[in-house]
C-alpha cells in the first residue's frame, strides 16, 4: 500500500481526515500544517499520495506539487471555486465539501494506479554502471575476437551463459574475462 501523508493548513482538519480514513482501513504516515513539512517527509519515502490543502503559510499546493519526488501523487481537496482557478495537470482533486464515499473511491482510484507504477517500477531493469558496461563490453570483445563472434552473438552468449548459471551479466562477463586470462580496468 502507498505511503499516505495528509497536510492542511490546520491541524485539526489533517488530523480529522486521518482519522476518518483509520477508520475506513488505510495507515497514514504522517500528518502535516505545512509545505516544508510536507518536502520532508516525502524525502523520507519511497512514494505514495499527498492528500493536500490548497495554500499553506508557507508554499501553496502548485509548488509543494513540484516538489515531489517521482512516485509521488497528489490529491487536492479544495472548493470548486478554488479547483476552477487550479492547473491540474497530474494532480487528482476532490471538491470540498464531499462525500466519505466519494474520497475513499478516489483514495482507492489512486492506490490502485500507485501499486500498478510500483509493479512497473520493479520489473523495469536497474541502470548498470559504467564500470559495469565496461566489463560486459571488453567480455564481448574478447568473444568477438577469440571466437569470431558478431556483437549481437556475443551479447547472446553472455546472457544465456548468465540464465544457465544463475548470475547476472557482470559477474558472467567477469568470469569469461578470468577464464581466459584478460584483465579488465576498474
Not at 72 to 96: E, H, Q, R, T, Y
Not at 139 to 146: D, F, G, N, P
Amino acid at each position: 500500500m502507498a505511503d499516505l501523508i495528509i497536510a492542511f493548513p490546520k491541524l485539526d482538519d489533517a488530523k480529522n481526515l486521518r482519522k476518518l480514513l483509520v477508520r475506513n482501513g488505510y495507515d497514514v504516515n504522517m500528518v502535516c500544517d505545512s509545505g516544508a513539512q510536507i518536502v520532508g517527509a516525502v524525502n523520507e519515502l519511497d512514494g505514495g499520495i499527498i492528500i493536500s490543502g490548497y495554500k499553506f503559510s508557507d508554499m501553496h499546493y502548485s509548488e509543494i506539487n513540484d516538489y515531489l519526488p517521482k512516485g509521488f501523487n497528489m490529491l487536492l481537496l479544495a472548493s470548486p471555486a478554488k479547483l476552477a482557478d487550479c492547473d491540474l495537470d497530474g494532480i487528482v482533486s476532490l471538491a470540498m465539501p464531499f462525500k466519505v464515499q466519494d474520497l475513499l473511491n478516489t483514495l482507492e482510484m489512486m492506490m490502485v494506479q500507485y501499486n500498478r507504477w510500483k509493479k512497473k517500477q520493479k520489473k523495469k531493469p536497474k541502470a548498470r554502471s559504467e564500470n559495469d558496461r565496461k566489463v560486459i563490453t571488453t567480455a564481448k570483445e574478447l568473444l568477438m575476437e577469440r571466437n569470431q563472434m558478431t556483437e549481437d552473438e556475443a551479447h547472446h552468449y553472455i546472457q544465456k551463459l548468465s540464465m544457465d548459471s544463475g548470475t547476472n551479466m557482470v559477474e558472467t562477463a567477469e568470469m569469461i574475462l578470468e577464464l581466459n586470462g584478460k584483465e579488465w580496468e576498474l
